[in-house]
């Protein structure tokens, strides 16, 4: 059964560092690209980034360029996302979820519950 | 940038309706997926590549359209499916863009 586990949320004062983690189980983590979606509180769903599954390219959105970055350890089943300098508008539940190819089509099926992160003083 | 607009925003019916939710895109594309989201739970994939149901999501959710204009349709509202739905799109892979989503409420 795949399972996404979030872990690392919580309150950080703006401009603060905080470093979440997506542990995996059940497939073949090594094989799969990963994201990462955050949903700031009654709002919708915001892509944050992606890493390929060996590792090798990263992408980023716009409003976390420069402050945000991801990373892998495929010996570990883990995936990381290093926050820094952050804002009060990156308060958002985040979630970490695969990417999984039918064919020539991707598609992200399996998603984590969530962790939060509250960047308030 | 390519992106993506809801219609209704939200919307009330009752169970056993028949409803359906639109996504416009601003520049054609191929492929959408649509998922469904309830309340302080992980978005769920309910149809990928416009029109094929995702393993396990019951044959009532059905998706169409091409282009730039697609649709979701539930044939017979569930009590289970008052939830909120976005559509999602492969802007430039693996760059995603989501719609700002529909939220279903009972009447």
């Known amino acids: 059964q795949v399972r996404l586990v979030e872990s690392g949320g919580g309150v950080v004062q703006p401009g603060g560092s905080l470093r979440l983690s997506c542990a995996a189980s059940?497939?073949?983590?090594?094989?799969?690209?990963i994201y990462w979606v955050r949903q700031a509180p009654g709002k919708g769903l915001e892509w944050v980034t992606f890493?390929?599954?060996?590792?090798?390219?990263?992408y980023y959105g716009d409003s976390v360029k420069g402050r945000f970055t991801i990373s892998r350890d495929n010996s570990k089943n883990t995936v990381y996302l290093q926050m820094n300098s952050l804002r009060a508008e990156d308060t958002a539940v985040y979630y970490c979820?695969?990417?999984?190819?039918?064919?020539?089509?991707?598609?992200?099926?399996?998603w984590g519950q969530g962790t939060l992160v509250t960047v308030s003083s | 940038a390519i992106q993506l607009t809801q219609s209704p925003s939200s919307l009330s019916a009752s169970v056993r309706d028949r409803v359906t939710i639109t996504c416009r895109a601003s520049?054609?594309?191929?492929?959408l997926a649509w998922y469904q989201q309830k309340p302080g739970k992980a978005p769920k994939l309910l149809i990928y590549?416009?029109?094929t149901l995702q393993s396990g999501v019951p044959s009532r959710f059905s998706g169409s359209g091409s282009g730039t204009d697609f649709t979701l349709t539930i044939s017979s509202l569930q009590p289970e499916d008052f939830a909120t739905y976005y559509c999602?799109?492969?802007?430039?892979?693996?760059?995603?863009?989501f719609g700002q989503g529909t939220r279903l409420e009972i009447k």
């Open positions: 979820a695969r990417v999984v190819w039918i064919g020539a089509v991707p598609i992200v099926p399996d």
């Open positions: 520049q054609g594309f191929s492929g």
């Open positions: 999602q799109q492969f802007t430039s892979y693996p760059q995603i863009t």
């Open positions: 590549d416009a029109s």
């Open positions: 059940g497939f073949t983590f090594s094989s799969h690209g």
């Open positions: 890493i390929w599954s060996d590792g090798s390219n990263k």
